[in-house]
């Protein structure tokens, strides 16, 4: 699913949360992908979405700095508060039109795996301090 799409869909859901991805009563743009597809708050959506590394200028105020279109998309969401509808358009403008699925399982919270182009996979390991990625 593209993150426009799932922006959308996760949108329904809930309020938008400012400051913040999910508290429970609402959520950011990102929080509200992140629901529509199932996944844990805390889930690296760069994983989901390995485009959103790529350096962009922010649509609303020209930053002269690039930045990844995450950070833009939280910058839209919490300094110039777009709804995540506008977020998921501007989205749109800038995801690639066809995507790669991304498979993920994830059993109880203490093993996920997600594997995109190949043989790549992502493990995540529950341990009693905190939660750790390995690549």
Do not use: Y
């Amino acid at each position: 699913m593209k993150l426009s799409e799932a922006i959308r869909l996760g949108s329904m859901l809930r309020p938008q949360a400012f400051g913040k991805i999910f508290d429970g009563k609402s959520s950011c743009a990102f929080g509200a992908a992140q629901e529509a597809l199932g996944l844990h708050w805390d889930f690296p959506v760069v994983i989901t979405w390995p485009w959103l590394d790529d350096p962009l200028i922010c649509p609303a105020c020209l930053l002269t700095e690039q930045l990844g279109a995450a950070v833009i998309s939280s910058h839209l969401n919490d300094k110039h508060q777009w709804t995540r509808e506008e977020i998921a358009d501007w989205v749109a403008t800038v995801e690639p039109q066809k995507i790669n699925p991304v498979v993920v399982s994830d059993s109880q919270q203490s093993l996920l795996v997600a594997q995109r182009s190949g043989s790549i996979s992502w493990i995540r390991q529950n341990s009693l301090s905190k939660n750790r990625w390995r690549f």
